[in-house]
């Protein structure tokens, strides 16, 4: 197996005004699983192309097990790449399209049997053999695909959007057959999605790009629980995380006595870290709380719209005067009976919130998790906030 290292990668396209890909670093470990995440345009292709060596970098250098690759041709890399439209050759058969690879090395027609046998086997294809691409449902052709990828016994497996064309059904299938896969076979893998429900269960690390950029290169767990800035706190979670941009007048000093929101003494302090005057205090929509408002706690929110997700309830929140710009999603379970119009009482814990730096977006510090069990409340006093400022929170973090 092999481990990648990339080293101030950089691509860009004829004239285009920004590369695709800007100063990439970023190692990946033996046997490592590796998903590149991120919307459409981040460079994820080009990176995942560079490394096959379909592609040549514009700057900076691509390393195997140390070695540099700049110059070594793609088929000398032994890189398996798998695409999301299969490219499979219509004309021949399944064992052809998986034999063809294997001949034009100049294995021998009985060994490069034996080996098809093999993988077809290891991928369920073993009645397939005969079969052209046509014949076969999509997932087959997908399975067809990652044997032909399989066949060579790649040292590093490459997979761009490889489960897109299938529904929802084998998307699954498929993702455990990946995961199933490397686990037996342990192959240095980098996968290329923008789906973060795949990203979030197949890597053992998921790097997060955004214009060409990496932004944060961590665990499903680290990136879930402590997201290194606005973006990837946006972009990890369904929905992302809810973004609030506060005055810091309202969180401390004297304007804060007037103010609708309070929050404990012990996040002062870090507060004060925030350039602008402001915080962006972030909170996933799973740890928002709406409690009855007949216990008087709380600021009132009204229930703008409810979304039945099956396993739970979107609800799309609101705020009461003086805050009546600002909105909001939590995800609560399926039992509660919500009407829109509705007005509830919005809290979460402590330790549920995240703190950002208005200006650079970058995480500001370590969740207080010593406080787990101290609520925070938006409490409705009303006041002097500016419900303009709270309102635009939304959009501009
Ligand atoms: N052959 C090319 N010629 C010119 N520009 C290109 C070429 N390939 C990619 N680009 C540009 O480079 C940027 C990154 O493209 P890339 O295909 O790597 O994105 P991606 O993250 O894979 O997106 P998607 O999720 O849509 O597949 C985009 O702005 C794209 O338009
Ligand atoms: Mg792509």
């Known amino acids: 197996m092999t481990a990648i290292e990339l080293e101030g990668l950089s691509k860009s396209y004829g004239n285009t005004r920004s ?8 190692s990946i470990h033996d046997g490592e699983f ?9 460079g994820k292709s080009t990176t995942l192309r560079m490394i096959a060596g379909l592609e040549q970098p514009s700057s900076g250098v691509i390393r195997f097990d140390g070695q540099v690759v700049n110059d070594l041709p793609g088929r000398e890399r032994r890189v398996g ?3 999301q439209n299969y490219a499979l050759y219509p004309h021949m058969t399944v064992e052809e399209n998986l034999s063809f690879g294997l ?39 997908q399975r067809v695909a990652l044997g032909r990828a399989l066949v060579g016994r790649p040292s590093v497996f490459l997979m761009d959007e490889p489960l897109s064309n299938l529904d929802a059904n084998l998307r699954e299938q498929m993702r455990m057959e990946i995961a199933r896969l490397h686990s037996e076979h342990g192959i240095t893998t980098v996968y290329v999605t923008h789906d973060q429900v795949e990203a979030l ?30 973006f990837v706190a946006r972009f990890i979670g369904s929905p992302g995380m809810n973004l609030l941009r506060v005055p810091l007048g309202m969180l401390e000093g004297p304007e804060h006595a007037a103010s609708p929101v309070t929050v404990p003494a012990g996040l002062v302090p870090r507060l004060r870290g925030c350039g602008g005057g402001e915080a962006v205090i972030g909170v996933r929509p799973e740890n928002l709380h709406l409690d009855d408002s ?27 005067a003086p805050l009546e710009d600002m909105a909001l999603v939590a995800k609560v ?29 970058l995480r500001l510090a370590e969740r207080p998790h010593e406080a787990a069990d101290r609520s925070f409340a938006l409490a409705g006093r009303g006041g002097a906030a500016s419900p303009k400022q709270m309102g635009e929170v939304g959009e501009a973090c």
């Open 34 to 42: 590796v998903v590149l995440l991120g919307p459409s345009g981040c």
């Open 294 to 320: 007949s216990n008087g706690v709380g600021l009132n929110c009204r229930v703008a719209l409810v979304e039945q997700l099956g396993t739970h309830l979107q609800v799309h929140l609101t705020l009461g």
């Open 81 to 83: 790449m798998v695409f």
């Open 333 to 361: 379970p399926v039992g509660r009976d919500l009407r829109r119009g509705e007005i509830v009482t919005l809290s979460f814990r402590e330790s549920d919130i995240h703190l950002f730096d208005t200006t650079t977006g």
């Open 103 to 141: 001949r034009s090395r100049g294995e021998t027609k009985a060994k490069t049997a034996e080996r098809v046998a093999e993988v077809l086997a290891m991928l369920g294809l073993g009645q397939q053999g005969k079969r052209r691409p046509r014949e076969l449902s999509g997932g087959q052709r």
């Open 19 to 26: 590369p695709a890909l800007d100063g990439v670093d970023l």
């Open 201 to 230: 269960t197949l890597a053992d690390r998921i790097v997060v790009m955004d214009s060409g950029k990496v932004r944060q290169v961590a665990t499903p767990r680290e990136l879930y629980l402590g997201p290194s800035d606005t």
